[in-house]
């Protein structure tokens, strides 16, 4: 299994670069399948996030649009997949960070009631407390 970094997940996304975007191709085709998927991990996708977001102005609709085919693709694993897809329900349809969606999902995974912020949005979503 070889793990995938973010600017690897990025250029094969957006493909703005056709030298790397052959490169990526090549490597996903050589070196991922179904039997031994590119491991996609939740440092990358949300790096992969804010860089969608900030860098290449996707909106919010495009940004889970991505990431849920990323979910669906059997060539990579993505690290705690029902997580992420838990969080980018919460992401849909709350004005939160990706991030912060799925830092409550995992630590509802992991037995937390709730999960202490500071960040007024987030303290309005199912599975925050804002500290007062």
């Not at 997940?9 to 991922?32: G, M, N, S």
């Not at 495009?62 to 849920?68: A, S």
Request: include cysteine; hydrophobic fraction near 45%; proline fraction near 2%.
């Amino acid at each position: 299994m070889i793990g995938l970094d973010t600017n690897v997940l990025i250029r094969h996304l957006v493909e703005d670069d056709p030298l790397q975007t052959r490169q990526v191709a090549k490597l996903l085709a050589d070196r991922c399948s179904e039997a031994e998927p590119g491991f996609v991990n939740r440092i990358v996708l949300c790096e992969a996030v804010w860089t969608l977001d900030r860098t290449y102005g996707y909106g919010r609709a495009d940004i889970v649009r991505v990431l849920e085919a990323l979910i669906f693709t059997r060539e990579l694993l993505i690290e705690d997949r029902e997580h992420v897809a838990a969080a980018l329900k919460t992401y849909r349809t709350h004005k939160i960070d990706f991030s912060d969606a799925l830092i409550v999902e995992i630590n509802r995974a992991r037995g937390c009631k709730a999960t202490a912020t500071f960040d007024r949005r987030a303290s309005r979503v199912s599975g925050f407390v804002g500290v007062n």
